[in-house]
């Protein structure tokens, strides 16, 4: 091929690359520009913005407390276990067991330990069992739900005890997301807890950007280092 015909071809792609990016701003544009004038509550395209966030600011038209009216139980199945070393000697002797949100901890002989029910959250699998904090003691990294949204979270146990240490909350996003849990952080003792998703995370209300890596590794006053 001639390079004249490579030059014309090159300056046709460039074209059509700014055409479509023109065509991209001026539709968020209008979307922005349009969302001044609507009423607060307007929901005016999926997931409510451009940036897929899904959040309404308004309060709902419940005027009083919902009643339970009736309940049907479906049965339960035996819960999840995960054999884990909680009394720190360095080999899985203990049981965690999750069943109707609740989590279990037992000994080689079968006797409990402790029994985890967290406030506001839903206990649903046990992710991971890592020394976080470098303490040369176990936690337990559980993924839970909130009641009554659909968010999620990690919650941090004490691996002796099973009390709560922290709470992460996820803003999972639209399309996918990850947790893993590993020694990112050179020269920090412990693990940390790296959080992939495709929606930047906030402590509450709507997400601010359209995605981030957040790695979380400190207990009470959770930092994070930021990727976007």
Known sequence: MKPMLLQVLNQIIKALLFICSFIF??????????????????????????????????????????????????????????????????????????????????????????????????????????????????EVVALAGHMGITRQAYLILDGRTGDQKAAIDINTGDFSWRGHCGAYVPGQKGKQVLIITSMRQSQSGPAASEGQVELSFQHSGIRSLEFT
């Open 25 to 138: 701003w001026l539709a968020n544009f209008s979307i922005a520009s349009g969302s001044e004038a609507r009423p607060q509550g307007d929901w005016p395209m999926w997931r409510h913005d451009a940036r897929l966030t899904g959040y309404q600011p308004l309060p709902g038209a419940m005027k009083r407390a919902p009643e339970v009216l009736a309940k049907y139980s479906l049965g339960a199945g035996p819960g999840a276990a995960t054999w884990a070393d909680l009394s720190g000697k360095g080999q899985a002797h203990e049981i965690l067991m999750v069943a109707r949100g609740h989590l279990s901890a037992y000994d080689e002989k079968g006797k409990r330990l402790w029994e985890c029910v967290p406030q506001g959250y839903v206990l649903s699998k046990v992710e991971w069992v890592e020394d976080l904090d470098g303490d040369g003691q176990n």
